[in-house]
């Protein structure tokens, strides 16, 4: 009899547990305008046809997750125009000809029509 009693209660846990996870995914929150310029750090200037990938900050066990949301290459005046939720946060990560970058945005600091600056290395092999 006990048993069934703790099967019953740790069914309403996983559920309860479920239908907690489901709900917290969906929430979409006011969609805002973001611009992504990519720089190299050397040189100042603006970089084109890089590989961006745009990631959103999710809760993780034991460590946060970054969920892959986009993949982008930057125009000829190095700049990537997106849409992010304004309520999330954002890790963003750039690839290209022996180069690399990344930024973290969002989560309440970031305006509509806000220009996000993406300093990338060279990376010395």
């Known amino acids: 009899m006990k048993l069934l009693n703790l099967r019953k209660y740790l069914a ?3 559920i309860s547990s479920l239908y907690l996870v489901n709900s917290s995914c969906d929430n979409k929150s ?3 305008n973001v611009t992504l310029k990519i720089i190299d750090s050397e040189t100042k200037k603006t ?3 890089d590989s961006i990938e745009l990631r959103i900050e999710k809760f993780g066990f034991p460590v946060k997750q970054y969920c892959l949301v986009e993949k982008y290459l930057s125009d000829s ?3 990537v125009k997106i849409q992010i939720q ?3 946060a954002y890790h963003v990560i750039v690839f290209g000809k022996q ?3 990344s930024a973290n945005f969002g989560k309440y600091g970031v305006k509509d029509g806000e220009v996000v600056i993406v300093d990338v290395v060279k990376i010395k092999i």
Request: charged residues 40%; aromatic residues 6%.
């Open 12 to 14: 309403v846990i996983l």
């Open 30 to 32: 006011e969609l805002i």
């Open 47 to 49: 970089r084109k046809n």
């Open 77 to 79: 005046i190095g700049e």
């Open 86 to 88: 304004k309520d999330e």
């Open 99 to 101: 180069i690399f970058g």
